[in-house]
């Protein structure tokens, strides 16, 4: 176990808190309670940096030994760049910030579709809110929809913006913009190559979708300006229909 934590340079922060010698010390006992003893002793930026590095690592061991691929050490910089995709670090302007920004009319004759996730973690449960607007801000329709056994909010923004693409596309709009606050589906959203994270079957399927509009953008959008959006899918999960 020692040789993986030394392999992987994001854990050197981890590694001053676990020393080795705690850990040889727990060698030898169970490996859950030894995980869990590991925990204990971090702080959660911490303790989310350890659980990320061992599961690429492992990922990586696995596609050494199956797959014959070797990752030339970059499994570091893997883990810094999901844990900032996943949680939506980015350096944003100090303006933006501050303020709340509006809602906005779409240009010329594009719709512009807003989503948003609401995840309750203890049931696995999820809602998605989709609002669909014209330039003059009229409401072409509004749905929600409750999702179970959903593994956490991340999917649960993911599902929320799928959904979004399905009704843009079931309505046969062809100038569509797509407009959510998850960062991190947005950027997943306009890439083209192939998604391997854990949300890669739902952008599959929008990636998928997508092929049939001839106009189409994804935007992201602060919290203040998918006001709609987000207490739709808030309110839809909280009620349970």
């Known amino acids: ?29 169970d490996f859950v309670q030894w995980l869990t003893w590991a925990l204990e002793q971090l702080n959660p930026n911490q303790s989310r940096l350890f659980c990320c590095a061992l599961w690429a690592i492992w990922g990586d061991r696995n596609r050494s030994l199956h797959e014959g691929k070797v990752s030339n050490g970059k499994v570091a910089n893997f883990v810094n760049s999901y844990i900032i995709e996943l949680t939506g670090l980015e350096q944003r ?22 989503f948003d996730g609401a ?20 409401i072409l329709l509004s749905c929600s929809e409750i999702y179970n056994g959903i593994p956490s909010a991340y999917a ?44 890669g079957a739902y952008i599959y399927d929008i990636q998928q979708k997508i092929q049939e509009v001839k106009n189409i953008r994804f935007l992201h959008t602060p919290r203040s300006a998918n006001n709609l959006a987000h207490i739709l899918a808030t309110e839809t999960l909280r009620r349970g229909e």
């Open 119 to 138: 995840y309750n973690q203890i049931q696995n449960r999820s809602a998605s809110g989709v609002m669909a607007r014209d330039l003059e801000g009229k």
């Open 93 to 114: 302007n100090s303006e933006t910030m501050k303020g709340n920004k509006r809602w906005k009319h779409p240009q010329w004759e594009s719709i512009k579709i807003n």
């Open 156 to 199: 649960a923004e993911a599902i929320a913006c799928r959904k979004a693409v399905q009704v843009g596309v079931d309505h046969g709009w062809q100038a569509l913009i797509f407009e959510g606050d998850s960062l991190a589906i947005i950027k997943k959203c306009n890439k083209k190559d192939h998604d391997r994270s854990m949300v």
């Open 1 to 29: 176990m020692n040789h993986l934590f030394r392999d992987c340079a994001v854990t050197r922060e981890v590694w001053k808190t676990l020393s080795l010698q705690n850990i040889m010390m727990y060698q030898s006992e």
